[in-house]
């Protein structure tokens, strides 16, 4: 009894012995439990990690150039030659399915590893040292989510011109404000817990606290935040390029060839449609089932906070 | 309860303020020179230093850009939403003209978000890990995943390929030819309420199973009432705030969800204006536009927090 009991009155001290337990465990046997505990998450985290690879090997992947014409071959539907058709000038719907999934992926973890991240580490500095620069802090933050998403993105990159980088930018900033307050309410209750207390009181730095006993513990919300956001950044990339501010054509993304098949005539060919949405759903939907998993299994308690 | 809603308009003012200024640094401070964003790299090259001069003073571009924004912020605040640079008509005119339309697909989606989403949540929460459940479950985390835009897009095949059906490209109001207007409104309505229905369903599902714990539910089932009153006047009342909040959320996110919906559909509202003004890079059309979705937006927000103020006692006494 006497040695049970303060395990319950405090479940937040003694889960970190639990996290030091974790890591000591191998990849795989860490693998093999995440398999065993959400079957269905681990399945489509290999469908995205199957993704990822393609973007990886898209040029060996692909059956002919993406940017080819083959004028002989115009509007031609789905054949033993070109398995998703072809579309108005020819080129393969395949192929550039496979190359688009390069766009997208590139964007979304561009945006993520800026914009998520940022927003993370701002998030972490102003709940640590509160006071006027987190009221500052999150006002701005207000300010910024004000917008709805896809109209924010939409700003910034007409406002730089549509490119590459400037897609990045777009769908990263309008990330800053979730990790922000994710996080903040994250170092809000745990700058108050007694062992952050007991390293300020033997003298360590701002820094060191943050870097050494607040930074590990965010890990985990910033993981499960990011996985749900690369979803989130490959619809808002796919919007962009539908809307034509995306990254600008010819390069294949899915939301260039969406669009492109508006202009195919007055009536789109299905096979124009159909592929490049399957790969933007099947590609989120991946992301979002693998991010639902890493959350169930890193801290259930979690799951109304993100 | 009145100096909260005091409070929550004077955040809400200066929210405005800070989007306003937000909007101005991104859309006039941030392509560095307008003229750029308005004709394009290739087009101000051909542009001859006189004709930069002349569009620089006509478009007030010269001054300085504090004056520039109280200027702007003056405008509007006239009710003067200025002119697109490409077209006669004024902005505020086809705001009038177009913004019904998308306002009708927007409320029309939130109503069929919640016929779709509250049922399908009881049936799961009343049951958890059944099959039902688990299926609509599925559904919701698929729906969250399938872009509003694609899915009309296929709606718009599939009508054409079965039925030879297109809807009409024109938008009458409401008033003048409800059929029409409906045959227009609808599919963008059923896109954006499906893609809400699923975000309305896993929140309310959630809410139910935590609501369904609590201990006054069981009080009302030890004191003999069946479970279907218990659940409907009990349970649900309760379990639907943050489903409110939710929604209040979401309706902004369908506005700007219906910008690449309405170019899926062809649908004339304030949406595919928006698509228009991105695709003619017209800065201040864009300015004007986006500055009303983001003031739409907190205006939603400040109704749904007073709502749920009025709703719940635990929040106007804090």
Redesign the interface.
Known sequence: MTVTEPEAAYPVETAAPAIERSRQRSVTGGMRSFIRRSPLSAFWGCIAAAVILMALAAPVLAPYEPLKSDFRAMSKPPNERHYFGTDQIGRDVLSRVIHGSRASLAVAFGAVLFGTTLGALWGLASGYFGGRFDILSQ??I???Q???????A???A????AGFGTVIVAIAITRIPFGGRVIRAVVLSLKELSYVEAARGLGASHLRIMARHILPQCVAPYLILATTHL?VAI?IE??LG????GIPPPTPTWGNM?AD??NAGL??P?WL??F??LA???T??AF??LG?GIRDMLDPRL??AV | MYSYIIRRLAFGALTVIGVSIIVFLVLRVLPGDPLVALFGPEGFTKLSEAERARYMADLGLSDPLAVQYLRWVGDIARGNFGRSFFRAESVGEMILRRGPLTAEIAMLSVILSWLVGIPVAIVSALRPNSLGDNVSRFLSILFLAVPGFWLGMLIVLAALFLFGYRAPLTGPSLLADPWSNLQVVIGPAVVLGLGQAAYIARMARSSLLEVIREDYVRTARAKGLSRRPVITFHALPNALLPVITLSGILLGFVLAGSIPVERAFGTPGLGYAMFTAVSERDVFVMQNLVFLYAVVFVLLNILVDLTIAWLDPRIRYR
């Not at chain 1, 004000?146 to 924010?152: H, K, Q, R, T, V």
């Not at chain 1, 007409?158 to 011109?161: E, H, P, Q």
């Not at chain 1, 539908?242 to 501010?245: A, Y």
């Open positions: 006002r701005i207000e300010f910024l004000s917008f709805p998403d896809l109209i924010l939409m700003a910034i007409m406002a730089l011109g979803g619809i796919a919007a539908f809307l034509g501010v969406l098949s508006l009536i789109p299905w449609v159909l490049p949405g933007i759903t099947i989120v939907l979002n089932l639902d799951r109304r």
